[in-house]
């Protein structure tokens, strides 16, 4: 069984990050769950290419004021729908503050738009949502402009993406309890990547290839859900094949997907280029959110036992 506690949902009152703050607010009212909203004030730009010039503080004062009317709104949109709700305003840089945030804070989730302001940052590994997802010591909600929540937020359908890694299974075993938690429908998908280029040892031999890479994908479906899984949960194997990103964010486009589960590896200096494939590349094109999963943040989902199956 999930349980969550706490909801943290970094905004800057943009478009994307109110549709955000709706998905964290109906995740918290789910889960009974307490919301914590949090705005980050980043330091106001001054171009002063020949020294520096002065500034009127009230300009600082004023966005100051702004900003906490803005967090007061967002606030009472929460207690709305019966949900218990804290602010927080800091200032300095979003993705440092927003993480130092999450360390402090200790959320069970964070729920957080794929850019706001920024516009075009989105597009650029080191973002402030991507080095959030990255760093955070919890899983990390990504909502992208593409999302409905107004239509009403649910998870009747989640896709869960594996490739047979431990990072993989720890986002399986998120999704499975996800899956039990709302009873819907968990779609495990393995993608088959293609047929290497031929080089120095010659041309592959195509269809065995292909037998052997789709031994391989039912093997890793079967080790990653025991028996008893698949008979207590609404679960839909699948293989494909393709460039995974591509296939992920097709699968997610033709079952109409609630929210993709992804692993995301490591949270050190090299896990940037690991991070800059296809994870990254769902996160940047999909139109549902994505739940991403890394090693750190699997340690407290579930509050009862996950069969040892799901994790290979």
């Given at each position: 069984?999930?349980?969550?506690?706490?909801?943290?949902?970094?905004?800057?009152?943009?478009?994307?990050?109110?549709?955000?703050?709706?998905?964290?607010?109906?995740?918290?009212?789910?889960?009974?769950?307490?919301?914590?909203?949090?705005?980050?004030?980043?330091?106001?730009?001054?171009?002063?290419?020949?020294?520096?010039?002065?500034?009127?503080?009230?300009?600082?004062?004023?966005?100051?004021?702004?900003?906490?009317?803005?967090?007061?709104?967002?606030?009472?949109?929460?207690?709305?729908?019966?949900?218990?709700?804290?602010?927080?305003?800091?200032?300095?840089?979003?993705?440092?503050?927003?993480?130092?945030?999450?360390?402090?804070?200790?959320?069970?989730?964070?729920?957080?738009?794929?850019?706001?302001?920024?516009?075009?940052?989105?597009l650029l590994l080191g973002?402030?949502?991507?080095?959030?997802?990255?760093?955070?010591?919890?899983?990390?909600?990504?909502?992208?402009?593409?999302?409905?929540?107004?239509?009403?937020?649910?998870?009747?359908?989640?896709?869960?993406?594996i490739d047979g890694s431990?990072?993989?299974?720890?986002?399986?075993?998120?999704?499975?309890?996800?899956?039990?938690?709302?009873?819907?429908?968990?779609?495990?998908?393995?993608v088959i990547e293609p047929?290497?280029?031929?080089?120095?040892?010659?041309?592959?031999?195509?269809?065995?290839?292909?037998?052997?890479?789709?031994?391989?994908?039912?093997?890793?479906?079967?080790?990653?859900?025991?028996?008893?899984?698949?008979?207590?949960?609404?679960?839909?194997?699948?293989?494909?094949?393709?460039?995974?990103?591509?296939?992920?964010?097709?699968?997610?486009?033709?079952?109409?997907?609630?929210?993709?589960?992804?692993?995301?590896?490591?949270?050190?200096?090299?896990?940037?280029?690991?991070?800059?494939?296809?994870?990254?590349?769902?996160?940047?094109?999909?139109?549902?959110?994505?739940?991403?999963?890394?090693?750190?943040?699997?340690?407290?989902?579930?509050?009862?036992?996950?069969?040892?199956?799901?994790?290979?």
């Amino acid at each position: 069984m999930l349980t969550l506690r706490s909801v943290l949902c970094p905004t800057d009152f943009s478009a994307v990050s109110v549709k955000a703050e709706v998905y964290a607010t109906a995740i918290a009212r789910h889960f009974a769950a307490s919301l914590h909203l949090l705005h980050v004030d980043p330091p106001m730009p001054i171009l002063a290419p020949y020294g520096e010039i002065p500034v009127d503080p009230r300009i600082f004062e004023d966005q100051r004021e702004a900003a906490l009317a803005d967090l007061s709104a967002a606030a009472d949109r929460a207690r709305t729908a019966g949900v218990p709700v804290e602010t927080t305003l800091r200032g300095g840089q979003p993705a440092r503050e927003i993480l130092t945030a999450a360390s402090e804070m200790r959320p069970d989730l964070v729920v957080i738009g794929t850019h706001g302001h920024g516009g075009v940052e989105h597009l650029l590994l080191g973002s402030v949502t991507e080095k959030v997802m990255r760093k955070a010591p919890c899983p990390v909600m990504v909502v992208p402009p593409g999302a409905h929540p107004e239509s009403g937020v649910r998870f009747a359908r989640i896709l869960c993406p594996i490739d047979g890694s431990a990072t993989s299974a720890d986002a399986l075993t998120y999704a499975l309890s996800l899956a039990r938690e709302t009873d819907h429908q968990l779609t495990v998908l393995y993608v088959i990547e293609p047929v290497p280029a031929a080089g120095e040892f010659g041309a592959l031999d195509v269809a065995e290839y292909q037998r052997l890479g789709e031994a391989h994908a039912r093997q890793v479906l079967r080790d990653a859900v025991s028996d008893e899984t698949r008979a207590s949960c609404r679960l839909d194997e699948r293989i494909a094949t393709g460039k995974p990103s591509e296939r992920i964010l097709d699968a997610a486009a033709v079952d109409r997907a609630d929210v993709i589960v992804m692993g995301v590896r490591g949270r050190g200096a090299i896990d940037v280029f690991a991070f800059g494939s296809t994870t990254n590349e769902v996160v940047r094109r999909a139109t549902c959110p994505v739940l991403a999963v890394h090693p750190a943040a699997t340690e407290a989902p579930a509050s009862g036992p996950v069969p040892a199956a799901t994790v290979v």
